[in-house]
């Protein structure tokens, strides 16, 4: 799926999407994925993907890990820390003005409450009414796998703000 892109020349970035059940904390379900009633979004204020709904994250910088970023990054956008950080996915997004290799993680510990801040308005979606018409178009392949618990990879292309090229392949393991 990747053969085309050189993954380590392209910048990295994170995404986290936080799990929360009705009582607060996340069991596992039959499946040992996590039962959750509720995901962290932000409505993003600035940068790439600004005025969409989208998980906590941004790119990493030089001499950071990706799991060390998405810890940095979910404490600035929304103050709070990340303790279980599961790498989940990874995905190559191509598009007009920005290029880059996307690790998304999952999260069902952490300590603190959202707040507001200059980059993000946090708010908790039910798993069951996720807001993908004002999110990126490509989420909806692979978020509500995301969130029930399951991994993936892909390769989202988009020119002129639409996808061109949609590849995605669940259940896999992927690498950090
Ligand atoms: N959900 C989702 N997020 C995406 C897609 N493509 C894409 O780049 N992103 C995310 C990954 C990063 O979290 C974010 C880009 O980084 P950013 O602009 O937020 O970076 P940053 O916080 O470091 O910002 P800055 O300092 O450069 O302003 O956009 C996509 O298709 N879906």
Request: aromatic share 8%; hydrophobic share 35%.
């Amino acid at each position: 799926m990747f053969e085309d892109d050189p993954i380590g020349d392209l910048p990295a970035a994170t995404l986290c999407h936080l799990l929360r059940g009705a009582a607060g904390n996340v069991q596992p379900d039959d499946d040992g994925g996590p039962d959750a009633d509720e995901a962290l979004l932000i409505h993003k204020k600035r940068g790439v993907g600004s005025g969409q709904w989208v998980g906590p994250g941004g790119k990493v910088e030089p001499g950071e890990t990706v799991r060390e970023c998405v810890i940095r990054e979910v404490r600035e956008e929304v103050g709070i820390d990340v303790l279980d950080p599961e790498k989940v996915g990874v995905f190559v997004y191509r598009s007009d003005d920005w290029d880059a290799v996307i690790h998304v993680f999952r999260a069902t510990e952490y300590a603190g409450t959202p707040e507001e801040t200059e980059e993000a308005d946090p708010r908790w979606f039910p798993v069951d009414d996720i807001p993908f018409d004002e999110m990126w178009q490509t989420d909806r392949e692979w978020l509500p796998n995301v969130l029930d618990g399951g991994t993936f990879r892909g390769r989202f292309v988009y020119s002129d703000g639409e996808p061109q090229e949609v590849s995605l392949e669940t259940g896999v393991t992927p690498s950090v």
